[in-house]
């Protein structure tokens, strides 16, 4: 079992930039990489960043690519999504999720444990 906590949203104006954070507690040593995934009203779950532990390899949406980090710090079991340059269409609810070492995901969605989210709102 993994618990996830979300923190840093926020309202920001276009432009502007929010760090969320993403802890993690409980059997963290199985996880294999952690995600962000951003879900707005009417719209299916959207894929944003993901980054491996082991390594540290990222991988990026094509619609944050360059505007948007992902990090971790192994001592506090805490993942990081950076974003800068935020626009309106960036407005959301942003998830983390955590896989498990040795279980194939099936898909860019299938993670185990998700976090409660937390609200990003950019304005014009």
């Known amino acids: 079992q993994v618990q996830l906590v979300e923190s840093g949203g926020g309202l920001v104006q276009a432009g502007g930039s929010l760090r969320l954070s993403c802890a993690a507690s409980g059997r963290t040593f199985r996880t294999y990489s952690t995600g962000w995934f951003r879900q707005s009203p009417g719209k299916e779950r959207e894929f944003v960043a993901r980054?491996?532990?082991?390594?540290?390899?990222?991988y990026y949406a094509d619609s944050v690519k360059g505007r948007f980090t992902i990090s971790r710090d192994n001592a506090k079991n805490t993942v990081y999504l950076q974003m800068n340059s935020l626009k309106p269409e960036d407005t959301a609810v942003y998830y983390c999720a955590a896989d498990s070492a040795g279980v194939p995901r099936k898909s860019t969605y299938d993670y185990p444990y998700w976090g409660q989210g937390t609200q990003v709102t950019v304005s014009s």
């Open positions: 980054i491996i532990w082991s390594g540290g390899g990222t």
